[in-house]
């Protein structure tokens, strides 16, 4: 964990007399889930940010690779299903940006708009990926 999040490695890198608002996790996570990872951190559960991030990562990694397959193959009823999973996700770890493109996902798919789904999928990996660099910029 330390070499992929070494800036997370525990809640004393994190300056909490800053506003949640001027932390750069708090420009893709909701401050309450950010402020209760960090209470969980403080109350002993050492690197559980970084921990609950490298999980949900190589998670997500994974069900965006299934996703592009599915995608590709037009898939409707499995791309709504993993949007909607991937989507739960995201919100259980405050990511607001991205559990809202997975929920136009899941429309589009839904309606079988296939250039919109395609188009919100480009959307969702930069999102993906501006949220591991903001990760590990901690």
Do not use: Y
Request: glycine share 4%; net charge negative.
């Amino acid at each position: 964990i330390g070499r992929l999040f070494p800036s997370l490695m525990t809640a004393a890198n994190l300056d909490l007399t800053e506003k949640f608002s001027q932390h750069s996790l708090a420009e893709i996570i909701t401050p309450e889930i950010l402020r209760s990872f960090l209470t969980i951190e403080a109350r002993g559960e050492h690197n559980f940010v970084a921990e609950i991030f490298q999980i949900f990562c190589e998670n997500a990694k994974k069900q965006l690779t299934e996703l592009r397959s599915e995608i590709e193959t037009r898939d409707a009823a499995s791309v709504r299903r993993r949007a909607h999973s991937l989507k739960g996700s995201s919100a259980n770890v405050g990511l607001v940006k991205l559990t809202a493109l997975l929920e136009e996902m899941q429309k589009s798919a839904s309606s079988d708009n296939w250039i919109e789904t395609d188009l919100i999928f480009a959307s969702v990996g930069e999102e993906f990926e501006l949220v591991k660099r903001k990760i590990q910029e901690g």
